[in-house]
């Protein structure tokens, strides 16, 4: 079925009709046969409530752009704790076409900021809790960017079912209910969280109905009115957020209505490297996809070895090939430790198609050790540091046009600044936190980077990296994304190379054990057995030979990093989301 095709609305109900979704968790019969016919559509992402939402918009018409606005609306309703209209985020889209545009709804520094605004300050809280922990958001105008240049669905249509979750109630989810319970104290002292998380005094639990009436007013008046309604400083929300930052009493914050009204996205090109016949495409500064990109091209130039997992009988890494992923994190990281926003810091985008450039890699894998692992001056000669944060959210999209969307959307740490607009239910970031600033750690305890010290309206460096690829023909082969803060990257690296190289499925390539390393900790992090996450855990063989060869091993459980995918083989998409996450969900829209 092509709906782009289809004139007659009779015909296009027939069509539709013809339509069913496969959500994950119903059991597949057939699942060879089933899955192997053409499919219209795919939605991904850590919540399976909001993945049916994007498949009912899939269903209704609507194509990939539709879904991905509907989905993000509904998971930042049902999941406030990482992400919503008062966070941004970066979008990378595929249009039919097989042409790549970036859209960056990252948040801006307001014009009061300055490089030393944290250093100066006694509270040591302030970029992460409270007023001047806020960017301006950017998450409305990104999404009002996607549907205006891509979507076909009314604008209004793409926020009903998530006014509805916010009027009617939602239950709360696993990873929820944990930031709940993790921030207690706070949640059951602020007015505005208690209404929500603890509206009798008692914290809700996973399970629990929650309830955001003034999140829906808000929804709504955007819905009708559109993202105007959201920044222009003579509307009332605008002002309830400007006043609500400005006063806070975690900490009073500098932003101003024309800081508010003059958020801007934009729209950037994308950058792309050859790996192993394959066209991969992903975002540039001041996100990180071309250190993704940057690891991927050392390790395109490699003949890699593989091996059977005793355990799952999956394709697996060799040793050799596992040191060399956990050595061209490092090399990628350090290569990360020049970049800021561009608009700021002039040679980042010359410095990221170097990065990317073949000579590049060849250069690194002349130096890279094949039987050690170096001190971190190899990999990061400035000595500088990444940070981690937990609080993101990943939502990927496609359709049979071709139109394919990644989405990362995040109020950085768990609920953000703390800060719960009254009037309007929307929950501001603290995405200033991402920003280096001079002479000083972060909460984190990590050393700052110059390319990204703070200045009015430049944008925070990000983590955020998703990618997509194409075949030589321009097909679309594979998209996707995460959530984790510094360790996104190295998720994106992994779940690509699992579904391109090792071949797995979507699912398997998003299930598989997750290895970790960004210099700084010097610590390789990997994943161990979860039964109950469905996460097999990192083979203790090659784990072995990498602490052999002197990686600094340390175990840990899956989750610190959440991705969602959408692979495409002979027709069929192929979603999946992370079981790291419960109730995480995709679906698929067959025909
Ligand atoms: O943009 C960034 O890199 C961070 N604000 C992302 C934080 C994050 O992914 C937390 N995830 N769970």
Redesign the pocket.
């Known amino acids: 079925m092509r709906l782009s095709l289809l004139s007659s609305p009779a015909l296009l109900l027939v069509s539709l009709l013809r339509c069913f979704v496969y959500v994950k968790g119903t059991p597949l019969k057939t699942r060879g046969n089933t899955l192997r016919k053409p499919t219209h559509g795919a939605v991904a992402s850590e919540s399976a409530v909001c993945s049916g939402i994007g498949g009912d918009i899939l269903r209704a018409g609507g194509n990939a752009a539709d879904a991905i606005v509907a989905t993000v609306l509904c998971v930042g309703t049902v999941d406030a704790h990482?992400s919503g209209i008062g966070g941004g985020?970066f979008a990378l889209v595929r249009s039919p076409k097989g042409k790549y545009k970036m859209i960056d709804f990252r948040e801006t520094a307001p014009r009061a900021s300055n490089e030393t605004m944290f250093v100066t300050q006694t509270n040591s809280t302030a970029s992460t809790i409270g007023g001047l922990s806020v960017g301006v958001p950017g998450e409305l105008r990104g999404l009002e960017s996607i549907h205006k240049m891509y979507g076909r669905l009314p604008w209004k249509r793409l926020f009903q079912p998530a006014i509805k979750l916010a009027k009617e109630g939602f239950v709360i989810q696993g990873q929820l209910a944990g930031a709940i319970a993790s921030n207690a104290a706070f949640i059951l002292n602020d007015t505005e969280f208690s209404s929500v998380y603890a509206p009798n005094g008692t914290l809700l639990k996973q399970g629990s109905v929650a309830h955001r009436p003034a999140y829906a007013k808000t929804l709504t008046a955007v819905a009708n009115h559109g993202a105007d309604e959201f920044y222009c400083k003579d509307r009332w929300i605008a002002r309830a957020s400007v006043k609500a930052a400005r006063h806070s009493y975690l900490q009073p914050g500098i932003i101003t209505l024309e800081d508010w009204e003059g958020y801007k996205v934009e729209i950037r090109e994308p950058a792309s490297i050859h790996y192993k016949g394959l066209k991969l495409t992903s975002t540039v500064a001041p996100s990180?996809g071309t250190v993704v990109l940057g690891a991927l091209n050392i390790l395109s130039g490699y003949d890699l070895s593989y091996t059977t997992d005793p355990t799952t009988g999956l394709v697996v890494d060799s040793n050799l090939t596992a040191h060399k992923l956990v050595e061209s994190f490092k090399f990628a990281y350090g290569q990360r430790t020049v970049l800021g926003d561009p608009k700021f810091v002039k040679n980042v985008t010359k410095l990221e198609l170097e990065f990317m450039e073949p000579q590049m890699g060849a250069k690194i894998r002349a130096v890279m050790p094949s039987n050690s692992t170096g001190p971190p001056s190899l990999y990061d000669p400035t000595g500088f540091e990444i940070k981690q944060?937990?609080?993101?959210s990943q939502i990927v999209a496609a359709d049979e046009s071709g139109l394919v969307i990644s989405l990362t959307t995040?109020v950085?740490?768990y609920f953000g600044s703390h800060i719960m607009v009254h009037e309007t239910g929307v929950i501001l970031n603290d995405?200033m936190d991402?920003f280096s600033s001079p002479d000083s750690s972060n909460a984190f305890g990590y050393v700052a980077t110059p390319a990204n010290y703070i200045q009015p309206g430049k944008r925070?460096l990000?983590?955020?990296s998703p990618v997509i690829a194409e075949d030589e023909h321009g097909r679309f082969v594979f998209a996707n994304g995460a959530?984790?803060?510094?360790r996104?990257i190295t998720a994106n690296i992994q779940t690509l190379r699992h579904y391109l190289d090792h071949n797995y499925t979507a699912q398997q390539a998003v299930n598989a054990p997750r290895v970790h390393d960004q210099i700084f900790p010097q610590v390789t992090t990997v994943e161990y057995t979860s039964v109950s996450q469905n996460v097999t855990g990192y083979n203790n063989a090659t784990v072995a030979s990498l602490a052999s060869l002197g990686h600094n091993i340390s175990w840990v459980a899956p989750g610190v990093?959440?991705a969602a995918v959408i692979g495409h083989r002979d027709g069929v998409f192929d979603p999946a989301a992370d079981p790291r996450v419960p109730n995480s969900g995709h679906v698929v829209i067959q025909c």
């Open positions: 990482h985020g990180s944060t937990p609080g993101t995040t950085n740490l995405e991402d925070p990000s983590s955020i959530a984790g803060g510094s996104i990093s959440v």
